[in-house]
């Protein structure tokens, strides 16, 4: 298995394990994530790497490196992992995660963050075993929609 | 969530069979290392047999076995046999049911919950070994083996 950097001919395999996982096919999505992080010019700190195994990608992982979000220093973020179901419990997503890892911390960064819905118990428990605790910040949302909102149409 | 003595109890348990899954670890060696009364503790140890976690092996040499997949097992596959998991009920029982007060201080009471379920959700056994492990070395053994009470 090899782990490199994603080039345009592995979308097509990126969009198809997502859509596996997802139910969703979203490829005008993966095109936009391709643009911002598969061709990212050198020292953007994004990467959006591929693993390949027996010529196929068995799978995938973005992060990018965030500065100063509320006052916090730059940070590593992973947004995207997805492993071929076929070709789990095979290491590939450790490979993938150790890689990041390495090359965040050739660019100096000491944390690698995430954020998960708490429902999807599977990859929660892949980054658990990784090593990733509980994160001293808390996720927080509202709804924009409620019974008395007004919303004015653009003109 | 707040645990009672007996999921602690099968959680600290469950620990020590999946640390060392080829031996038979006898229930009366385990009794001794939490300070719990062996009778206490079979009660815990067959619940978690009738749930495939463990296997009672008897005779010489017996003892109780590690028998599910560390791997997949996770923390709350043990809590929820112990533990009520339904949504906390309001506390009044006024006449009119329950006031906006307890609805708000219901739903900040469930935030908390689903934050506590969703980490047992996700802590597997594999990884409270790897945790464990980590915290080797430099806690004192009192803290190691505490007494369950």
């Given at each position: 298995?090899?782990?490199?950097?994603?080039?345009?001919?592995?979308?097509d395999e990126v969009i198809a394990?997502?859509?596996?996982?997802?139910?969703?096919?979203?490829?005008?999505?993966?095109?936009?994530?391709?643009?911002?992080?598969?061709i990212a010019a050198r020292g953007e700190q994004r990467w959006f790497l591929v693993a390949l195994a027996e010529g196929r990608v068995a799978g995938f992982l973005i992060g990018e490196v965030r500065d100063w979000e509320f006052g916090e220093p730059p940070c590593g973020w992973v947004f995207a992992i997805d492993i071929d179901p076929k070709a789990r419990q095979a290491g590939i997503g450790s490979r993938l995660l150790e890689s990041l890892s390495t090359s965040l911390r050739r660019a100096g960064v000491r944390k690698l963050r995430t954020l998960l819905s708490r429902e999807n118990t599977l990859i929660l428990s892949f980054f658990r075993s990784q090593g990733m605790t509980a994160a001293p910040m808390i996720p927080l949302e509202m709804d924009l929609l409620t019974d008395n909102a007004h919303v004015e149409p653009l003109r | 969530m707040r645990l009672q003595v007996n999921t602690m109890l099968a959680l600290y348990s469950v620990i020590e069979f999946a640390a060392d899954p080829q031996r038979h670890i006898p229930a009366a060696?385990?009794?001794?290392?939490?300070?719990?009364?062996?009778?206490?503790?079979?009660?815990?140890?067959?619940?978690?047999?009738?749930?495939?976690?463990?296997?009672?092996?008897?005779?010489?040499g017996g003892g109780y076995r590690f028998t599910a997949n560390v791997r997949r097992l996770t923390l709350m596959d043990v809590i929820h046999l112990f533990e009520d998991l339904?949504?906390?009920?309001?506390?009044?029982?006024?006449?009119?049911?329950?006031?906006?007060?307890?609805?708000?201080?219901?739903?900040?009471?469930?935030?908390?919950?689903?934050?506590?379920?969703?980490?047992?959700?996700?802590?597997?056994?594999?990884?409270?070994?790897?945790?464990?492990?980590?915290?080797?070395?430099?806690?004192?053994?009192e803290a190691a083996h505490p007494a369950i009470s």
């Open positions: 298995m090899t782990v490199r950097a994603v080039r345009r001919g592995d979308l394990i997502d859509a596996s996982v997802t139910g969703i096919e979203k490829r005008s999505y993966w095109q936009r994530v391709y643009r911002r992080y598969g | 060696e385990i009794a001794e290392k939490y300070s719990v009364s062996p009778h206490h503790l079979a009660k815990v140890l067959a619940e978690l047999a009738r749930a495939g976690i463990v296997e009672s092996v008897r005779g010489v339904a949504p906390p009920a309001s506390q009044r029982r006024d006449a009119g049911g329950p006031t906006p007060v307890d609805l708000a201080l219901e739903s900040v009471l469930s935030e908390i919950d689903h934050i506590a379920k969703a980490t047992f959700s996700s802590i597997t056994l594999a990884t409270m070994l790897q945790l464990v492990a980590r915290k080797k070395g430099g806690a004192p053994s």
